[in-house]
């Protein structure tokens, strides 16, 4: 773990717009949650939730897309991708089958920022606020723009300006992705889709037929960037 700086990743982290939260929200939101622990989950944790919540007054949880957070290591020197949804992170103690602090960390800005929009109905000037939400449910096309458009917020100004494709090697062949976001030695990527008969057919390579995908960036060649 003595990956260089990289000023591409620190570009990326450092124009990553979040919703201030005040800290007492986060310290009340860490103490209701922690509280709710049971016994044995505390101590299996064995004192990751005061790192946790330390990394999350300090700033180190960025918003990515959805509930994918990158999470800024104590020292600054890695940044791990959260996944809240899949329960993962890139982090050692994750893949040692530890609930690592970042996770923790991740779930508790994720918590925080509920509680924060509960008692701060107006929004930050930068980003423009989201329309209202619409009190009728969304139907399946709102659905997916609403989504689409969270995830454009999410990613930075450089990556808005930019395309950034590359080749990914999935079973011995070379599959064609754009890269959407790199967090430390983690890249997020999307596949391409394929020209077939003139027409435009979407690509889901990756396990469980997804088309996007977290892979290790040195796993990625031949990459270009358009801007
Ligand atoms: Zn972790």
Redesign the pocket.
């Known amino acids: 773990m003595t990956t260089p700086p990289n000023p591409f990743v620190k570009e990326i982290a450092a124009s990553t717009v979040a919703p201030p939260i005040l800290p007492i929200i986060i310290e009340q939101t860490a103490r209701n949650l922690f509280e709710s622990f049971s016994e044995k989950l505390k101590a299996s944790l064995n004192g990751r939730q005061d790192r946790a919540l330390k990394l999350a007054l300090d700033g180190h949880v960025s918003h990515k897309a959805g509930r994918i957070y990158s999470?800024r290591s104590e020292d600054g020197k890695h940044a791990?991708l959260?996944n809240l949804e899949a329960r993962s992170?890139?982090?050692?103690?994750?893949h040692n089958g530890?609930v690592?602090?970042?996770?923790l960390a991740a779930y508790l800005i994720e918590q925080a920022n509920q509680n924060n929009q509960a008692i701060t109905p107006t929004q930050p000037a930068d980003p423009p606020a989201p329309a209202a939400p619409d009190p009728q449910p969304l139907d399946k096309e709102e659905e997916a723009i609403e989504k689409a458009r969270l995830v454009f917020q999410a990613r930075s100004q450089f990556l808005r300006e930019s395309i950034i494709y590359a080749l990914l090697q999935v079973d011995g062949q070379p599959i064609q992705v754009e890269i959407l976001d790199i967090a430390g030695d983690v890249a997020l990527v999307r596949a391409l889709p394929k020209v077939k008969d003139g027409q435009l057919v979407p690509q889901f390579p990756f396990p469980e037929r997804t088309s996007v995908t977290q892979v290790i960036a040195k796993s990625l060649s031949d990459i270009h960037i358009f801007r």
């Open positions: 999470v791990y959260v992170c890139t982090c050692p103690d994750s530890h690592c602090k970042h996770r």
